[in-house]
């Protein structure tokens, strides 16, 4: 992209500066004064109040019908150097139009330059901006990111009061952007990589402006012809004046209304790319018309010789190129160049009177009057009834005005500038898109030339016509103008330039906003997200608050395709780690969609103080936290498919904790901030710890064990009685509680056999009595020996407490209360199959094991008789133990049983471990 031709002025100054210019140039600015009758940067008044309330508010407002409004100056919308009815210039932090300018420093102000604002930066600033551009690889993209909270806070602190003021901040927000990057790329070496990619993101973040503004421009007029649609009467008054008539047009003409809002919106633009233009002025202050030529044709008077001189011409009348077929002297001729391409583009800008003001600051008060024409003709007098004489208005000839417009236009003769200056003024598209070279100046021709159209029609309707304007062409006359037309025609258009940029991103959504295409708009958006290649940032940025703007005006809209854009945007947001924008994002999508993308956020976040941030932040979101935490935990917890695994019955280590087992454990905190989720917490950390217990992770069970908070049941009674039930609790938290003291015995009995294990396995080692040991030897030996039996009396009755321990716990899991281990109490609640399938399998898998862990306790400390009566707790009847056994467990336990008779045989006991008797 050409930085120069997209931030200066069209106009600039030619690299080779003619000697006249530099003469006539000095280092004090030219000034022209504004008209009195207007000040740089106030808009015409609307002819319709512009918005102030929200569409809903806008709703229950006392209108007014149009008829009692004030007429708008149509001579003025006609202009180029005038505004629109409803159109409101977006103000400007810096070189704002809105300020108060004096008569010395209009034009600085008024254009403001990229390095407008070097002079006035900051240290601070200029120090940070230095050192972002030295660390960032991409610098613009850096400094630009703060527009991602910058426009959550304004939709946030304006979207409940003013829509059309929100958009007004959005256009703000991206001007002082721009401005900003304008400076960075000022500042870094030409070429280099980093200053491309921050021109790209400036041009990106240029459009979004100027598109925002298009929206409040354009939606502002819609929406309020919407509301007095029910105001309006169909009542055309008789008039003598073409003012009148066209105050009747604009009022009650939407297509052409809405034609012009874009013609000023494009004119607004080629305002902002103008820069300074006070130095292109200092070129055409000149006292004296051609003065080269004068002083030429002087020199040649006074010369009494005759040798070889170039003929140039010989009277200095406006009209004496084109007559004598003779030219100017060439620095003449240069300046004269550049004198018209400033003046048309200070008409492409919509500054017809500072283009007045230039031709009569360079001797030109001839042309300044040619510009003067295109005002509609109005005579307050005729319907006066005797009152006080007041003044006429416009151009009672503008049609022979035009007539001869058009001809200057076509007269080949002329430079290219001039005639597009005439085209522009009599509607002469041919003429006016040679000069044409972007898309806004292409469509600013066609909307400029279709407004003169459908002016020019509804005059001659009205009677008005002028036989003049008969000899304007027919198709000019009788061409059926409408929005689509336009940029039909504009996709016929020979310049590759325009071609290309009708296809790029921001140019189709300005179109489609303009045509109010907003199925086409979605379908657009639809077939980007489609792509393999991803959207720029601030694009999807811009596309996700145009759906926001569109859905606060209760516009219907193809929803799959909004949320789709908004989950784009919500990606992209987590993908750049904005954690405190995500929220609010994913609340406008529909409920159930919001739960699953905020889980699907959170599945990533693992600090425990941002994970309290980010569920207060969807608390303030609106979002429903409780189903969002249960999702993740949910997600993660059955991210493992495995089916339970059956035991071996060694009692061997417990099996490691893996990376996928901590997230498993972790997950639970996202139940545990809100108290509310106690029960929740409950049943999400039994159905993990079932499948931990199932693959002997009992490390990894025990941890999440302690995740819960031990005052849980106790909070869910609180929480049960505080709504005034006094009724049981539901069976579903009755089931959960009891489930989570089953799992505690478990827990609680699998760690005091591992206790006695690793205890019963580290008994006091006697010591050795040396062999031929001296008398020292065998004292130090006696004492050892001592100490032996000390620790070793100590390690019996450690071994005794721990023995005792253990086998009370492992029987409060074989004889667990109402009904048994893992086994539900409630049944009068939802069938849930898959948790009692593992409740199940859970017993067939834990009470034998816990069984023979008894039995190895009871073996190993010689407590066979004790060990035989385990034999009848698994036989009862009332416990029905036997039936969680296979076959091969039942032979196995058998087999044991069979250890201890025979040990307890060999003691002179009978097989049950009593006392023979004779």
């Known amino acids: 992209m050409d930085w120069n031709q997209t931030w200066m002025s069209p106009a600039v100054r030619d690299t080779e500066v003619t000697r006249a210019a530099r003469r006539k140039s000095s280092h004090k600015k030219v000034a022209f004064p504004p008209a009195q009758d207007e000040t740089p940067g106030t808009s015409t008044t609307p002819a319709r109040p512009p918005l102030r309330q929200t569409p809903g508010s806008l709703l229950r407002q006392t209108l007014t019908p149009r008829s009692a409004l004030r007429n708008p100056d149509v001579s003025a919308i006609l202009g180029t150097g005038g505004r629109t009815p409803r ?67 304004s939709y946030l602190r304006r979207a409940s009061t003013d829509v059309f003021d929100l958009l007004e901040e959005y256009e703000a927000l991206c001007q002082d952007k721009v401005s900003m990057l304008q400076k960075m790329v000022l500042r870094s070496a030409p070429g280099q990589q980093k200053s491309s990619k921050t021109v790209s993101i400036t041009w990106l973040l240029q459009q979004e402006m100027v598109t925002w503004r298009l929206i409040t421009s354009l939606y502002r007029d819609r929406i ?157 007098n005729i319907n006066g009834g005797g009152g006080e004489l007041q003044a006429v208005e416009g151009n009672p000839h503008r049609s022979v005005w035009k007539v001869c417009c058009w001809r200057m236009a076509e007269e080949e003769q002329f430079n290219k500038y001039e005639r597009a200056i005439y085209a522009a003024l009599s509607g002469n598209l041919k003429q006016l898109l040679p000069v044409c070279e972007s898309w806004e100046d292409t469509v600013w021709a066609y909307f400029r030339v279709m407004v003169d159209t459908l002016v020019e029609q509804e005059i001659c309707s009205s009677g008005l016509g002028s036989e003049e304007l008969e000899e304007l062409p027919r198709e000019f006359l009788e061409t059926n103008w409408t929005l689509e037309k336009v940029f039909e025609e504009l996709q016929a258009t020979e310049s590759k330039r325009v071609l290309d940029a009708t296809k790029e991103h921001y140019h189709l959504i300005q179109k489609l906003i303009i045509l109010g295409d907003l199925d086409g708009l979605l379908e657009e958006f639809n077939d980007w997200l489609g792509r393999s290649t991803a959207l720029p940032a601030h694009l999807l940025r811009f596309m996700s608050h145009l759906v926001l703007f569109y859905r606060s005006l209760g516009m219907q809209l193809k929803e799959e395709v909004c949320v789709d854009v908004l989950k784009a945007y919500i990606s992209l947001l987590v993908k750049e780690k904005q954690v405190d924008l995500i929220a609010f994002y994913v609340s406008h999508l529909p409920a159930d969609m919001a739960v699953s993308q905020y889980a699907q956020f959170l599945e990533e976040v693992t600090e425990t103080e941002q994970r309290k941030h980010c569920l207060e932040l969807a608390t303030q979101a609106g979002l429903d936290v409780a189903a969002i935490t249960k999702t993740v935990v949910e997600t993660i917890r059955e991210r493992d498919t495995d089916e339970f695994s059956h035991h071996d019955l060694t009692p061997a280590l417990d099996a490691a904790t893996t990376v996928e087992d901590q997230q498993k454990i972790d997950v639970i905190d996202w139940l545990v901030f809100d108290a509310a989720q106690r029960a929740e917490a409950l049943k999400q950390s039994n159905a993990i710890m079932r499948k931990f217990l199932a693959s002997k992770k009992h490390d990894a069970a025990k941890m999440v064990f302690a995740k819960v908070p031990e005052d849980s049941m106790r909070e869910i009674y609180r929480q049960w009685e505080e709504q005034g039930m006094d009724t049981p609790l539901p069976a579903e938290e009755e089931n959960a509680i009891r489930e989570h003291l089953c799992i505690r015995a478990y827990l609680e009995a699998h760690e005091a056999f591992n206790e006695w294990f690793k205890h019963m396995n580290c008994p006091p080692v006697k010591p050795t009595a040396p062999a031929q040991a001296k008398f020292t030897e065998k004292v130090a030996h006696e004492m050892k020996e001592a100490e032996y039996k000390m620790e070793y009396e100590n390690w019996q009755g450690r071994l005794g407490a721990l023995t005792e321990d253990v086998k009370e716990r492992i029987y409060n899991v074989l004889l667990f209360v109402d009904g048994g281990w893992m086994v539900d109490v409630r049944e009068d609640t939802e069938e849930d199959s898959e948790r009692a399938h593992q409740m199940t399998l859970l017993r067939r898998l834990c009470l034998p094991m816990m069984s023979f862990l008894l039995l190895t306790v009871l073996q190993r400390t010689e407590r066979h008789q004790e060990s035989l009566r385990l034999a009848d707790i698994v036989a009862s009847d009332q416990h029905r133990l036997y039936e969680v056994f296979s076959k091969d467990e039942l032979q196995k336990f058998l087999q044991k049983m069979r250890e201890s008779s025979l040990l307890l045989l060999d003691k002179g006991l009978d097989p049950l471990g009593y006392e023979i008797q004779p």
Request: negative net charge; proline residues 5%.
């Open 87 to 153: 159109f409101v210039n977006t103000p400007r932090t810096k070189g704002s139009l809105s300020m108060n300018l004096d008569d010395s420093d209009w034009t600085n102000s008024l254009f403001p330059s990229p390095l407008s604002g070097l002079v006035d930066t900051s240290f601070t600033e200029d120090v940070n901006m230095s050192a972002l551009m030295l660390k960032e690889d991409d610098p613009g993209e850096a400094a630009s990111l703060s527009l991602f909270p910058d426009f959550l806070q």
């Open 224 to 380: 309020q012809t919407v509301l007095e649609e029910d105001f309006m009467m169909d009542i055309t008054m008789p008039t003598e004046s073409e003012k009148a008539v066209m105050e009747q047009f604009f009022q009650k003409g939407s297509v052409v209304r809405q034609s012009q809002l874009v013609v000023d919106w494009l004119e607004s633009i080629a305002k902002d790319e103008m820069g300074d233009f006070s130095d292109n002025i200092e070129y055409y202050a000149k006292s004296v018309y051609w003065e080269n030529t004068l002083h030429t044709l002087k020199l040649r008077r006074n010369q009494s010789s005759g040798g070889f001189s170039r003929p140039l011409v010989t009277e200095l009348d406006p009209d004496a190129p084109i007559r004598q077929k003779r030219p100017l002297a060439d620095l003449d001729r240069e300046d004269e160049t550049r004198l018209l391409k400033n003046l048309f583009n200070l008409i492409r800008a919509g500054m017809t009177d500072e283009a007045q003001r230039l031709c009569k600051r360079c001797g030109q008060a001839w042309r300044a009057a040619t510009l003067e024409g295109w005002k509609l003709y109005h005579d307050p």
